[in-house]
């Protein structure tokens, strides 16, 4: 058998653009991707604690260290800059190996940069 488990998870990151006229996905910086085991290109799901709002999307980097979170397309409708967000990659295996996977959770401070 085969389930959906939590394998990647952004924990309470601040909107920092929203951008419209942009293609699609979400712009993470790349050491918060990189920190979450998240790939360019993966699907995630969002979370707005502001709204309510829950949405999926694909993830493209953002330069390092700049704590970029930009919502892209259709999805900077759902968003305003500066509302809290989490953002989850989900992984399907095995049960048996899902019964001892570790997720990667980050929980980055107030700028959206990793905690030194």
């Known amino acids: 058998m085969q389930v959906h488990v939590v394998k990647s998870k952004i924990h309470r990151v601040k909107v920092t653009g929203a951008d419209l006229n942009y293609i699609g996905s979400i712009t993470i910086d790349e050491d918060l ?3 979450a085991n998240i790939i360019q290109g993966e699907k995630v799901q969002i979370v707005n ?8 999307t694909y993830v493209i980097p953002g330069p390092r260290n700049s704590g970029e979170i930009t919502l892209n397309g259709a ?3 759902k968003v305003a800059v500066g509302d809290v967000l989490i953002l989850i990659a989900y992984a399907v295996m095995d049960f048996e190996e899902a ?3 570790k997720p990667a959770i980050v929980f980055p401070n107030e700028e959206n940069n990793l905690l030194q």
């Open 75 to 77: 999805a900077a409708r």
């Open 99 to 101: 019964k001892t996977f």
């Open 49 to 56: 604690n502001n709204n309510g709002e829950r949405l999926e």
């Open 33 to 35: 991707m990189e920190a």
